[in-house]
């Protein structure tokens, strides 16, 4: 499996970077990026009344919800680029790669890809250390990664289930990605939740899992983990949805990627 993922990450990256170049601008865009919202947070007076106990800067505040998004964003988006990437690369490739299939090739080109993301996901943070004051506690990195592993299986469980959608219908991804988009921001990625109405509120944190995952990594609540037995069942939800779709994937005839006119 490590010569497999190792070998994608390789094709991917010629696939992905024809230029070295644009490799360095997608980094460059990264940094640009935070600087925006280190400088844009400047002038932003956190109001107390709707932070609650956040004592934080307002780039803190918008800062660890993009880090923490960075993971599940790209469990659920990954499975259907697999399946692009599948079809570009035509099926004699996919069976050279992955001899087990498409799922197995999903989970190949997933590792492949995360590998990428937390490489900049320690660069990102790296930055933030030297460069935009950003200094938390040091309880947030272990709560950062136990939150990341809790939510997991979860996201990759949607990640399989948009795939499976994918290969049914042909088309979605554009639908998935402005669907995450706008649930994390109704989840309280620029603002708190606590500035919608009590109905609103519930009903935000009835429908959205987004919502759980930023709320945990917010710097206010560093004094405690925050987790309550309700956290709990995002894993299995995600066990379930693996359990369910994984092996449907699996079992796809791979030949129907190249019969049906799915959208690349």
Known sequence: ????????????????????????????????????????SKVLLLNSTYFEDFRYSYFDFVFVAEMILRIPSLLTRTGIEAIKFAKNYRVLYLLMVSPKGLGQFILDFLLSRLAKEVI????????ALLFFDFSPPRIFYAKFFFITFLFFPFFLGLGFLSSWLYLIFGRGE???????????????????????????KQAVELLSPIEYLIKLTRLGSEQYLGFSPKHFIF??????????????????????????DYKI
């Open 235 to 260: 894993p299995i939800l995600g066990f379930l949805l693996i359990f369910i779709f994984y092996p449907k994937i699996k079992k796809f005839n791979m030949k129907k990627i190249y019969e049906f």
């Open 174 to 200: 554009n639908l998935l990605m402005k669907g995450f988009s706008v649930l994390a921001v109704l989840s309280g990625l620029y603002f708190p939740t606590t500035i919608y109405s009590e109905h609103m």
């Open 120 to 127: 900049k996901i320690v660069f990102i943070f790296t930055f």
């Open 1 to 40: 499996m490590i010569k497999r993922v190792a070998h994608l990450f390789l094709i991917d990256l010629n696939y992905r970077y024809e230029k070295k170049v644009y490799l360095l601008l997608e980094f460059m865009a990264e940094l640009f990026a935070l600087w925006v919202l280190y400088k844009s």
